[in-house]
C-alpha cells in the first residue's frame, strides 16, 4: 500500500513536468517561431496601425456603413464566450427574432413589394385591435408577461417611469396588492402587467418609448407615449405577423437573426452580406459623393474577393469574415462620416 | 451535408486500423524503449499484480489525482500565470471541477475564460486530460489481460507511463502543431485589450470612454489536442470549441472530430488485436459504427435539414383538455391558437447557437459524437438544438457506450455483451460462454451492478432535482424542455461525457460572489458525487468480473458454443443494448424532448 503511494507521487511528478512543462513549451516554441501571428491570436491592426481585434473573434459593428456581425448573445465580450441556450419552444427566442425582424422586413410581393413592413404595423398598432380584441398593449403584456418584466428591468429609465406610474396611481397599486398578498411591497417589475394594462387603456394606439426633444438647446431624453418608431415596428412585429398571416414577406438570411454558439462568430453568410450591401454601399456613396452605382460594384468586388467556404467549399456555404471586410472598406473609403 | 460525418466515419476507422495495432504493441509491452525511458519505467514499476493489487493500485492513484487537483485549483489567487488575478473558485465549485476532471468527465460548473488563470489551464486541465483518459485505458488493458488469463496483470505505473508518454504525448504534439497552424493561440499571456474598429459600438464605461474589447488567449494550442485525444471535453473557453480561438476553422473542426473519435475507435480493434479475436471485435465494432451512424442521421436529420419550430408556422389550433378540479366535468380545454411563421431563411437549418465556419450539418455532427465517444466538448449549444434532434445526444450519454470513453467505453460495452448472451443462453437453454469461459451467477450479478449504476445515477437525482427547487429554480426554459435540461445534467454526469445544455443555473463562480445561480452549490455537491459514483464502481466491479470469468478453465469450441464472430451475434448485441437501454430510459425521453417536440411552440413566456 505504501509502495503504490510512493509509486503514485512518482508518477505525478514525471507526468506533471512532462504534460505541464515540456509538452507546452515545445508547442510554444514552435507557434512562436512558425507561427506568431496565429499563436498570438491573429491580431490585425487597424488604420492608424494599433491592433483592433482578432480576425477569428467578432466585434460589434453599429454604423451603416459597416457590414454587421451576427447578433452576439456574450454582447461579443471576448472574455465571457456565451450562447443564448434559448430551446425552441421558449417564447423569449421567437420574441427576440420577431424584435430584430420588425424593422428590417420587406413585403416580397402585392402592391407593396420590397417596401418595408414597418409603417404598416405603425398603421394596424394606432388602430389598437388585436385578434378582433381591443388593447394590442394590454394583450401583449397578458400574453408574455416575462417580456412586459424584460422591458421595465432593461433600462433604468423604464423602471424609473413605472415607479412614477405607481406614484400617481396608488389607488390601483393598492388594490393590486391586496389581490397579491404575496408582494406586499411590489418592485417595478412585479407592476409590469399591471401597468401595461392601464397604459393600454388610458394611451390606446400608443407604446412608451424614448423620446429626445431639444429644448433650451439642450437635448433631454424622456420616456413618452408615442405612436410610431422602431420600439414598435420591433415589439409588436409578431403579433401584427399573426394578424397578417398570409402577408407576403421576404425571407431574412438566418444567420442575421441568430446568436452564434461562442456569441463570437466573427463570419456572416454570403446572403447576410448581399442582403446588407444595398445599406452599405448606399451609406458609402452618400459618405464619399460618389456614384451609388459604382460604388455597390466596388463593395460587391471585395466581398466576392473576401469569401471563403468552410473546407473549400465542400462543407457549407460561402461565408465571410466581417472585420477583413469591414477593415478593406475603411481602407477603400476612409473613415465613415 | 452528409459529407462530413462520412468523411469523419470512413476517415477514423481507416486510421485506426494502423493505430490499434501500435497501441497494442505498446500495451503488451514490445516497445523497447531507448534507455532513459526505460530507466522512467523502472523507476515506476512496482512489480507484476494480481487484479486486486491493480484495482487498488489505480484507485490510490485517483485519490492522489483528487488531492493534487484541489491544491492547483486552491493555489490559483496566489500562483503564477495568473495576470488578470483571477481568484478562488466557491469551495463546492473546486470540488466538483476536481472530480469532474478527475472522472474523464470534465463537466464544467465554472466557465473557462472567466474563471481559470492560464496556471489552472496548464497544471489542472492538461495534466487532468491526460493522466484521466490514460486510467480509463489502463483499466481495459487490465480487462483484456484478465481474459488472457495471464499470470500477472503487469503494473499499472508502468501501464501509465507507456499511454501518457508513448501515445498521448505524440499524438497530441502533431495534432496541436495541426491546430496551431489553422489560429489557435499558444502563449502564456493571458489576454489583449483592444479598441475595436468602430470603438464606440462596444458601448461606454462609467467614465464615458469607449468599453474596449478585451480578448482571451493562452495555451489554447496545448489543451485541446489532449481534450479531444483523450476525450475529455473541457474546454479553455466557457463555450468550449464554439469559440473561436479554440476552434478556428472547418478544417481544426474536422481534426478535433477526429481526435476524440480516433482511440475510442482504435479501442476496439486494440481489444481484438490483443486477445487474437479480431473478427469478434469487427463485429463489436461493426454495431458501434451502426448506432453511431444513426445517432448522427438522427441528429443532422432534424437540426440542420429541419428549421428552428420556434420560428415557423404552426398552422393548427390546437385544443388539449387538461384535467382541472374546478372545472365543470373535470376537464378544462386549453386552446392553442395557430401560430404565423416568422419571415426568416432557414435553408441552414437551425442556426440558433451554430457558428457558421464550420459547415452546415457540423454542429448536429459534432453534438452526436462528442456523446457517443462522452467527450463533451461542443461546438454548438446543446440547449438550443431542435427539441427532438436533441434525443441522439440524450440517448448517445445514456447507451454509453457507442464507442464510448476512454477504455470505459468498451468495458460498457462488456457489460452489454455479458448480459445478452447471458440472455440468449436462457433462451436456448445452453450454460452462457464468453471466450470459451462459462458465464456464472458472479460475473452476471457484477455485470448487472455495473451497468444499473449509470440508470440509477441518471434517474434518481433527476427525479429529486425536478421535484424540489434545486432543479426547478435552475431552469431556464420553460415546461418540458426545463425537465430535459436537469436529465441532461446528470445523463452527462453520470455518463462522464462533460457536455450540458448551458441554460442550466450552475455556476457558483468565484467564491466572492455576489449573485451566484441560486441553486448552484446543490448542483455542484450533486453532479460531483455522481460523477465519482458513476467511474469507479463501472471500472472495478467489470475488472473483478473479467478477473473471475477469466481464470476459469476454457472449454474446447464445439458444435453448440455460441459464435461470438457472426451477423447473427452483432445482431444480438445491438438488440440487447437497444432494448436494455430503451426500457431504462424511453420514459424520461417521452417527458423531455418527445414531449417538447409535440408541444405546444412556442410555449408560453
Not at chain 2, 470603438?199 to 464605461?205: H, L, S
Not at chain 2, 475488472?543 to 461470438?564: E, V
Request: glycine share 10%; aromatic share 12%.
Amino acid at each position: 500500500m505504501k509502495q503504490y503511494i510512493t509509486k503514485s507521487l512518482w508518477f505525478l511528478f514525471f507526468s506533471v513536468v512532462i504534460c505541464c512543462l515540456i509538452y507546452p513549451a515545445i508547442l510554444w516554441a514552435i507557434g512562436q517561431t512558425f507561427f506568431p501571428f496565429q499563436a498570438n491570436g491573429s491580431m490585425v491592426n487597424g488604420p492608424d496601425g494599433k491592433a483592433v481585434g482578432s480576425l477569428l473573434v467578432a466585434q460589434p459593428f453599429t454604423k451603416d456603413e459597416y457590414f454587421q456581425p451576427r447578433p452576439s448573445a456574450a454582447s461579443y465580450d471576448a472574455s465571457a464566450s456565451s450562447s443564448s441556450a434559448l430551446a425552441a419552444s421558449n417564447y423569449t427566442l421567437r420574441n427576440r427574432v420577431a424584435t430584430a425582424l420588425g424593422p428590417i422586413v420587406k413585403y416580397k410581393s402585392g402592391p407593396k413589394a420590397g417596401q418595408l413592413v414597418g409603417p404598416d404595423i405603425e398603421v394596424w398598432f394606432q388602430k389598437d385591435s388585436f385578434g378582433g380584441q381591443p388593447h394590442i398593449v394590454a394583450q401583449w403584456a397578458d400574453a408574455h408577461n416575462s417580456i412586459a418584466q424584460g422591458w421595465v428591468t432593461g433600462d433604468p429609465a423604464h423602471s424609473a417611469y413605472v415607479d412614477a406610474w405607481a406614484k400617481s396611481h396608488a389607488d390601483i397599486v393598492s388594490k393590486w396588492v391586496k389581490d397579491n398578498p404575496g408582494t406586499p411591497q411590489p418592485k417595478a417589475a412585479d407592476l409590469a402587467v399591471l401597468f401595461f394594462e392601464n397604459f393600454s387603456r388610458d394611451y390606446p394606439g400608443r407604446f412608451p418609448s424614448a423620446v429626445t426633444e431639444t429644448k433650451n438647446g439642450k437635448s433631454v431624453t424622456s420616456i413618452q407615449p408615442v405612436k410610431e418608431g422602431s420600439d414598435i415596428q420591433s415589439n409588436f412585429f409578431d403579433m401584427w405577423r399573426q394578424d397578417h398571416a398570409e402577408a407576403d414577406l421576404q425571407d431574412v438570411p438566418g444567420d442575421m437573426v441568430t446568436t452564434s454558439g461562442s456569441g463570437l462568430d466573427p463570419d456572416i453568410t454570403m446572403e447576410n452580406a448581399e442582403y446588407q450591401l444595398d445599406r452599405v454601399a448606399s451609406k458609402w456613396a452618400q459618405d464619399t459623393k460618389q456614384d451609388p452605382a459604382k460604388v455597390r460594384q466596388q463593395i460587391e468586388t471585395i466581398l466576392q474577393q473576401n469569401a471563403f467556404a468552410p473546407f473549400g467549399g465542400l462543407f457549407g456555404e460561402k461565408i465571410v469574415n466581417v472585420l477583413e471586410v469591414n477593415l478593406e472598406l475603411r481602407k477603400h473609403f476612409g473613415a465613415p462620416a | 451535408m452528409w459529407l462530413l460525418p462520412i468523411s469523419l466515419l470512413v476517415f477514423t476507422t481507416l486510421l485506426a486500423i494502423p493505430m490499434s495495432r501500435y497501441m497494442a504493441w505498446i500495451m503488451d509491452g514490445k516497445y523497447n524503449a531507448p534507455g532513459f525511458l526505460r530507466w522512467f519505467e523502472r523507476r515506476l514499476d512496482s512489480g507484476g499484480q494480481n487484479w486486486k493489487q491493480y484495482a487498488a493500485a489505480l484507485l490510490i492513484f485517483n485519490i492522489i489525482m483528487f488531492i493534487y487537483g484541489y491544491l492547483v485549483l486552491i493555489l490559483q489567487p496566489i500562483a503564477p500565470l495568473n495576470p488578470r488575478g483571477l481568484g478562488l473558485l466557491s469551495p463546492t465549485t473546486i470540488f466538483n471541477s476536481v472530480a469532474s476532471f478527475m472522472t474523464n468527465t470534465n463537466l464544467q460548473h465554472y466557465s473557462g475564460d472567466q474563471h481559470m488563470s492560464n496556471w489552472g489551464q496548464i497544471f489542472f486541465v492538461i495534466w487532468n486530460q491526460f493522466v484521466s483518459a490514460a486510467v480509463g485505458l489502463c483499466a481495459l488493458t487490465a480487462i483484456i489481460r484478465c481474459f488472457r488469463a495471464e499470470q500477472h496483470l503487469g503494473n499499472f505505473f508502468v501501464d501509465m507511463w507507456r499511454v501518457v508518454v508513448y501515445m498521448f504525448v505524440p499524438v497530441a504534439l502533431v495534432i496541436g502543431i495541426l491546430f496551431l497552424q489553422q489560429g489557435m493561440p499558444m502563449t502564456y499571456q493571458s489576454t489583449h485589450e483592444v479598441s475595436t474598429l468602430e470603438a464606440a459600438a462596444m458601448g461606454t464605461t462609467d467614465n464615458g470612454q469607449a468599453k474596449q474589447q478585451t480578448l482571451v488567449v493562452g495555451p489554447v494550442a496545448a489543451v485541446i489536442p489532449i481534450k479531444m485525444l483523450g476525450t475529455n471535453g473541457g474546454g479553455v473557453y466557457g463555450m468550449n470549441s464554439a469559440v473561436p480561438f479554440e476552434n478556428p476553422s472547418a478544417w481544426t473542426n474536422f481534426l478535433t472530430c477526429f481526435g476524440m473519435m480516433l482511440f475510442p475507435f482504435c479501442l476496439v480493434l486494440m481489444y481484438g488485436r490483443m486477445l487474437k479475436k479480431m473478427r469478434h471485435a469487427w463485429v463489436i465494432f461493426s454495431v458501434m459504427f451502426i448506432l453511431m451512424a444513426g445517432t448522427i442521421v438522427w441528429a443532422v436529420y432534424y437540426d440542420t435539414l429541419k428549421p428552428n419550430p420556434g420560428l415557423t408556422a404552426h398552422p393548427n389550433t390546437q385544443t388539449f383538455q387538461i384535467p382541472s378540479a374546478s372545472a365543470p366535468g373535470g376537464q378544462r380545454a386549453v386552446v392553442l391558437p395557430a401560430v404565423a411563421g416568422l419571415p426568416v431563411d432557414q435553408h441552414l437549418g437551425n442556426l440558433e447557437g451554430k457558428e457558421l465556419r464550420f459547415g452546415t450539418s457540423a454542429g448536429a455532427t459534432f453534438a452526436a459524437i462528442t456523446v457517443d465517444v462522452t467527450c463533451g466538448a461542443a461546438n454548438c449549444e446543446h440547449d438550443s438544438l431542435n427539441p427532438i434532434a436533441a434525443l441522439s445526444p440524450m440517448v448517445g450519454m445514456w447507451i454509453n457506450c457507442i464507442y464510448g470513453g476512454k477504455g470505459v467505453g468498451m468495458i460498457n460495452l462488456l457489460l452489454f455483451l455479458i448480459i445478452g448472451i447471458f440472455l440468449a443462453g436462457m433462451m436456448v437453454g445452453r450454460t452462457p460462454e464468453y471466450l470459451g469461459r462459462k458465464i456464472g451467477a458472479r460475473e452476471v450479478k457484477l455485470a448487472v451492478i455495473a451497468l444499473l449504476v449509470h440508470p440509477l445515477m441518471i434517474l434518481g437525482p433527476s427525479g429529486l432535482f425536478a421535484a424540489t427547487d434545486w432543479g426547478v429554480k435552475a431552469e431556464s426554459n420553460p415546461a418540458a424542455h426545463g425537465l430535459s435540461q436537469i436529465v441532461y445534467q446528470f445523463s452527462s454526469a453520470s455518463a462522464n461525457n462533460g457536455s450540458a445544455f448551458d441554460g442550466l443555473g450552475v455556476t457558483y463562480g468565484f467564491y466572492n460572489n455576489p449573485n451566484p445561480a441560486p441553486e448552484a452549490k446543490a448542483w455542484d455537491i450533486a453532479t460531483g458525487l455522481v460523477m465519482i459514483f458513476s467511474r469507479y464502481l463501472p471500472i472495478v466491479a467489470p475488472i473483478a468480473m473479467a478477473a473471475a470469468l477469466g481464470y476459469k478453465k476454457q472449454t474446447p469450441f464445439g458444435l453448440g458454443t455460441l459464435r461470438d464472430d457472426t451477423f447473427t451475434f452483432g445482431c444480438l448485441l445491438f438488440g440487447t443494448i437497444i432494448i436494455v437501454a430503451g426500457l431504462l430510459f424511453l420514459p424520461v425521453a417521452a417527458l423531455g424532448p418527445v414531449a417538447e417536440h409535440l408541444g405546444p411552440i412556442p410555449f408560453g413566456g
